[in-house]
């Protein structure tokens, strides 16, 4: 399958540094999304990027795409404590039944200390 | 305000006793789908639905049943739960296919453990 892989797997950094987190996968895809999900709650959508864009930016986040290396990276600027969460990449792509799939990387684990 | 909404959140149970976990979303989207969440695995996939009476399987069908009788909802059924179906569970939806972008809304997921 087109798994995601996050890396690093876990980041421990202070308040008002930066935080990236990079995502590569497999096989060719339409979009790749960026969603974050606080300890034991619900996944939320963060930001989209689609293949024909390389970088995007909302707020404090911002994406790049590099659809040669199948690559992709999060840039989370100014951290606060309340940032604490794990992210997870996610890619679209089509299975072989010509429905889509959405694929899940295993996550990052980022804390932000005060 | 829109919402996917899954019940039980926990439940501990035994081997072999069938429950159903149902969901609900109030937006009136096509997709929706289950995922389980395990650690050092991520989301997986279970299955999905791209409208009433059209379910298919995901990448860890295994042991698991769906419905979509109507398009509100979307219930995840186990016959005959084991240990290994332990994990944390996630219903979401979204208006059509993700391949076009829809963001994907998440339920609040369900603990599961079966002993």
């Known amino acids: 399958s087109q798994q995601g892989e996050e890396d690093p797997q876990a980041l421990s950094i202070q308040e008002g540094e930066n935080a990236t987190m990079n995502c590569s996968y497999k096989?060719?895809?339409?979009?790749l999304q960026w969603y974050r999900q606080n300890s034991g709650r619900g996944l939320v959508h963060l930001i989209l990027?689609?293949?024909?864009?390389r970088e995007k930016h909302s707020g404090r986040l911002r994406v790049t795409l590099d659809t040669s290396k199948k690559s992709s990276s999060l840039l989370i600027t100014a951290s606060r404590a309340a940032d604490t969460a794990s992210y997870f990449c996610?890619?679209?792509?089509?299975?072989?039944?010509?429905?889509?799939?959405?694929?899940f990387g295993t996550g990052t684990r980022l804390l932000v200390s005060p | 305000e829109a919402q996917v909404t899954q019940n039980p959140r926990y439940l501990i149970t035994v081997t072999g006793k069938k429950l159903t976990v149902t969901c609900s979303q109030n937006?009136?989207?096509?997709?929706m789908s289950w995922y389980r969440q395990d650690p050092g695995l991520g989301l997986r996939q279970i299955y999905y639905?791209?409208?009433?009476?059209?379910?298919d399987k995901g990448d860890v069908p295994e042991g698991y049943k769906v419905s979509r009788k109507e398009k509100r909802n979307f219930p995840l059924i186990l016959e005959s739960p084991s240990p290994n179906q332990t994990s944390l569970y996630f219903c979401?939806?979204?208006?059509?296919?993700?391949?076009?972008?829809?963001?994907?809304?998440f339920g609040e997921g369900s603990w599961l453990t079966v002993v």
């Open positions: 937006m009136n989207h096509e997709y």
């Open positions: 096989t060719s895809i339409n979009n």
């Open positions: 996610a890619t679209a792509g089509f299975m072989n039944t010509g429905f889509q799939k959405l694929v």
């Open positions: 639905s791209m409208n009433v009476e059209v379910t």
């Open positions: 990027i689609r293949s024909n864009e």
């Open positions: 979401a939806s979204s208006l059509w296919d993700v391949y076009s972008g829809n963001t994907i809304y």
